[in-house]
């Protein structure tokens, strides 16, 4: 299988490229962590778009439950269709419902399966996937039938570290923490992203975004794809380079916050700053 190097649409450090290659070839669950906007679940997209692999997203919420991931078995709607004459009734496999795990175990093609945000669940929940993750197959109960995965898939976790995760769930996944960007590599992603941008505006709006970064007291750092955004909308105004060249950020709301700034104490905190920097001025 080809190495991942990264794609024309995402830039992957060395570290990175490593990690990925290093879970592939050990079949391992590479386990990604790192900031909000750091581009944990992306990457999951791009390891499948690089290897032409088919993408099973599990997007996990705080309500899942490992057994979703393998099947679910219907019984109301099987007892309801019963009482209907239905005729489906006579088949139980007309009521289980395929899972994420299921699909990745039975793909024709070697998928790339994302379980995205495993720390929303609760702490069952990765302990519960231990013994398929590490079997590659299970039983289901109603048609007395094994699923076994044709190949071992490529399985990328994300977490955001709401919460710890188990040790022996650690154990078997090969762990990769996506560090902030450092300034040379934001400037490579931007690249990527406005391939034609003034350099000077790019210049001084990342100087503002990572001053920015630094506040004290700062409830949530902007994250990369929040800068991005924030470019796109200096851009989409027509932001005269004059207005982003006389902004302090330590003193003063930048231009178009709402792409930074997401929650009311932030923006109190900069309005505090501002008005402070202009009672000294005076």
């Known amino acids: 299988m080809q ?21 592939v070839h050990l079949r391992r669950p590479l386990l990604v962590k790192g900031e909000p906007g750091t581009g944990k679940t992306v990457l999951a997209h791009e390891i499948a778009k690089a290897i032409d ?10 309500t899942t ?3 979703q991931g393998l099947y679910e078995y219907d019984a109301v709607a099987r007892l309801r269709d019963g009482q209907l ?12 419902k395929r899972g994420k795990l299921w699909e990745a175990f039975t793909s024709e093609r070697l998928p790339v399966l994302l379980i995205d945000e495993i720390d929303k669940a ?5 302990n519960d996937l231990l ?15 094994r699923i076994a995965a044709k190949e071992r ?5 994300t977490s955001n570290n709401e919460k710890e995760l188990p040790d022996a769930f650690l154990r078997r996944c090969f762990f990769h923490y996506i560090k902030f960007p450092d300034r040379e590599t934001m400037q490579d992603i931007i690249d990527v992203h406005y391939p034609n941008i003034q350099k000077t505006l790019v210049t001084k709006a990342m100087e503002i975004f990572y001053e920015l970064r630094e506040v004290p007291g700062l409830k949530k750092k902007p994250s990369t794809s929040e800068l991005l955004d924030w470019l ?4 989409n105004e027509d932001m005269p380079l004059e207005v982003l060249q006389n902004q302090d950020p330590n003193k003063a709301i930048p231009p178009m916050h709402g792409a930074l700034l997401k929650n009311e104490q932030d923006v109190m905190l900069f309005e505090r700053l501002a008005f402070m920097a202009r009672r000294q001025g005076n």
């Not at 692999?53 to 705080?62: D, F, G, R, T, Y």
């Not at 796109?232 to 851009?235: F, G, H, T, Y």
Request: glycine share 2%; net charge negative; no cysteine.
């Open 232 to 235: 796109k909308l200096l851009l």
């Open 153 to 157: 898939p490529i399985v990328v976790i």
């Open 85 to 96: 004459g239905d005729e489906r009734v006579h088949d139980i496999r007309n009521y289980i």
């Open 3 to 23: 190495r991942f190097e990264g794609t024309s649409s995402y830039v992957a450090t060395d570290d990175l490229k490593v990690a990925v290659n290093a879970a």
């Open 122 to 126: 609760d702490i069952e929940f990765p």
């Open 65 to 67: 439950k490992a057994h």
């Open 131 to 145: 013994q398929e993750l590490d079997r590659m197959s299970f039983d289901v109960y109603e048609t007395q039938e």
């Open 53 to 62: 692999a088919p993408l099973i997203e599990w997007n996990v919420k705080s």
